[in-house]
T-cell receptor
Framework: GDSVTQMEGPVTLSEEAFLTINCTYT??????LFWYVQYPGEGLQLLLK?????DKGSNKGFEATYRKETTSFHLEKGSVQVSDSAVYFC???????????????FGQGTILTVHP | NAGVTQTPKFRVLKTGQSMTLLCAQD?????MYWYRQDPGMGLRLIHY???????AKGEVPDGYNVSRLKKQNFLLGLESAAPSQTSVYFC?????????????????FGDGTRLSIL
């Protein structure tokens, strides 16, 4: 079945540091890949997505490239801010002949804390 | 701009009690989902619905029931609550999409219901 593996957390960085959160996946069909962010006490918000190989998703300075050859979708940001402190989830939605119904498979989440 | 609204936001139950969590969306989405979030385990799908009057089991359906009598509402029921069901529950909805677009529509999430069962 489908699965998503994220790097172990938590991750603690100083403001303006470079961020990478690793994500690898296993899927049987043609997955779309997502990064969601969860701020304290809130639900998940879509951060970015990529729907086919070599697509790059980007938003708010975050980027991730869909790498089919390495089955990866690593999240990066060049300079993090305190306001980026949150939990980040990698997820995939597989397409398998129309029966997937958009169900998401999530990684376990990575807690990011950014200090001033 | 309500999006996905979940009620209640917090609830404490005793073992064996029953309750219903309500999810309402105002985006006319076909698909709706219930997840539970537990520490270190990400979100796991409980049940989902692909349209009014239809429901299906997800990854962890045992102990839960659902109903989708109206397109905008998706109810999650616990008939006899157990401590193992202590969790944060999230509802989500999304557009249907077509072809390979079935997979690439994002889900929109509510703010969650924090449920404790003593």
């Amino acid at each position: 079945g489908d699965s998503v593996t994220q790097m172990e957390g938590p991750v603690t960085l100083s403001e303006e540091a470079f961020l990478t959160i690793n994500c690898t996946y296993t899927a049987t069909g043609y997955p779309s890949l997502f990064w969601y962010v969860q701020y304290p006490g809130e639900g998940l918000q879509l951060l970015l997505k990529a729907t086919k190989a070599d697509d790059k998703g980007s938003n708010k300075g975050f980027e991730a490239t869909y790498r089919k050859e390495t089955t990866s979708f690593h999240l990066e940001k060049g300079s993090v801010q305190v306001s980026d402190s949150a939990v980040y989830f990698c997820a995939l939605s597989d397409y398998a002949g129309g029966t997937s119904y958009g169900k998401l498979t999530f990684g376990q989440g990575t807690i990011l804390t950014v200090h001033p | 701009n309500a999006g996905v609204t979940q009620t209640p936001k917090f609830r404490v139950l005793k073992t064996g009690q029953s309750m219903t969590l309500l999810c309402a969306q105002d985006m006319n989405h076909e698909y709706m989902y219930w997840y539970r979030q537990d520490p270190g385990m990400g979100l796991r799908l409980i049940h989902y619905s692909v349209g009014e009057g239809t429901t299906a089991k997800g990854e962890v359906p045992d102990g839960y029931n659902v109903s989708r009598l109206k397109k905008q509402n998706f109810l999650l029921g616990l008939e006899s609550a157990a401590p193992s069901q202590t969790s944060v529950y999230f509802c989500a909805s999304r557009e249907r999409g077509t072809g390979v677009g079935v997979g690439n529509q994002p889900q929109h999430f509510g703010d969650g219901t924090r449920l404790s069962i003593l």
